[in-house]
């Protein structure tokens, strides 16, 4: 694979490429589409494998080229699905198949409710803002794994010092991409961790607030006023990566 792209678009699904009015998602993917040839094309979102299929069923739907699924534990070709197993198997490594574990630590813990979402190397909750505790999050912490909380709802226990900005670099790392043309873009706090990697990153302007909040000291970070799709094609802009509207 060349590692020249133009591009390489690595964005989170929900609220951002998937983000937008109808008409604004249908020319943001034939305008991407139309540059195939010059963008590498990677998902890097907290949906597992068979969310990102189900995508593709449509044929106007971009397929991207690379998926790093699972909040950055799941990492694979884009349309092969088999594993980039140098990633991947670095992210295993540092998980130690410790799902059980997790589930007994905090099956009594209040405000959570175990996601009915495959997981093999993270372990995902919905959880009660009013009713989690610190406690929980700090008994994750002094077992020796990350916890990572979004929108309100989602609390993910990961594998120490693995998210999606850590695994996105490896990612980089291993294909041999040029930083300078990776650009992150996402929409809430799961995403904060490809903003502090310091590439130039595009926070959509549906963002949630507590995202919006972190990354007001972030220079690297163009937080753009408009959502989803055309938010990304805005940040796009501003960083010399215009993209051709589609007629």
Avoid at 70 to 79: L, M, P
Avoid at 207 to 227: C, G, W
Wanted: hydrophobic content about 35%.
């Amino acid at each position: 694979m060349r590692s020249n792209y133009s591009l390489v678009l690595a964005t989170d699904l929900d609220g951002t490429f998937l983000g937008g009015s109808s008409q604004q998602r249908a020319e943001f993917y034939q305008s991407i589409q139309a540059c195939r040839d010059d963008i590498l094309l990677v998902f890097v979102t907290g949906r597992d494998l068979g969310f990102v299929r189900s995508l593709c069923e449509d044929p106007l739907f971009p397929h991207p080229d690379y998926i790093i699924g699972d909040v950055g534990t799941t990492i694979v070709d884009g349309r092969t699905h088999e594993p980039l197993r140098e990633v991947q198997d670095w992210v295993s490594d540092r998980w130690q198949d410790a799902g059980d574990r997790v589930k007994a630590m905090l099956a009594d813990e209040p405000g959570l409710e175990l996601q009915p979402v495959p997981t093999e190397r993270r372990i995902s909750y919905y959880y009660k803002p009013d009713e989690l505790q610190p406690s929980t999050v700090q008994k994750v912490i002094d077992a020796g794994f990350d916890c990572i909380l979004s929108a309100d709802l989602y609390l993910d226990v990961m594998p120490k010092g693995i998210a999606k900005g850590p695994t996105l670099l490896k990612f980089i790392d291993a294909l041999s991409l040029d930083p300078d043309s990776v650009i992150p873009c996402g929409d809430t706090l799961n995403d904060l961790s490809l903003f502090e990697t310091g590439l130039k990153s595009v926070a959509v302007g549906n963002s949630e607030p507590k995202l919006v909040k972190a990354i007001q000291t972030m220079d690297n970070v163009y937080h753009s006023p408009h959502p989803g799709v055309a938010g990304i094609r805005d940040g796009l802009t501003v960083y010399g990566k215009q993209l051709e509207v589609a007629a």
